[in-house]
Nanobody, 117 residues
Framework: QVQLVESGGDLVQPGGSLRLSCAAS????????MSWYRQAPGKERELVAV????????NYGDSVKGRFTISRDNAKNMVYLQMNSLKPEDTAVYYC??????????WGQGTQVTVSS
């Protein structure tokens, strides 16, 4: 079955950097776009970044453009989110996402990112 396992969340000071990782299994990883979402307390889950199946195309939410970079390693079934110039408003639980062609969504358990001095 599909499994998505996020890691790398931490407490970081404003202006700092973090790299999140998502280990995927149970499906043909290289055939699917992958996404990162986040959800802050009291807010709806929002799309952070998406990467195409081969990694050649990426898109970002307006709030993270120029600061975050999504990447993937299809040989390792891994997707990453490099986060730079972090702000307190980036504080959230970050989730890795797979959306099947059927439209069904799969989520990991999430990893907490807290940006605070």
């Amino acid at each position: 079955q599909v499994q998505l396992v996020e890691s790398g969340g931490d407490l970081v000071q404003p202006g700092g950097s973090l790299r999140l990782s998502c280990a995927a299994s149970g499906f043909t990883f290289s055939s699917y776009p992958m996404s990162w979402y986040r959800q802050a307390p009291g807010k709806e889950r929002e799309l952070v970044a998406v990467i195409s199946s081969a990694g050649g195309n990426t898109n970002y939410g307006d709030s993270v453009k120029g600061r975050f970079t999504i990447s993937r390693d299809n040989a390792k079934n891994m997707v990453y989110l490099q986060m730079n110039s972090l702000k307190p408003e980036d504080t959230a639980v970050y989730y890795c996402n797979l959306r099947r062609l059927s439209g069904r969504d799969y989520w990991g358990q999430g990893t907490q990112v807290t940006v605070s001095s």
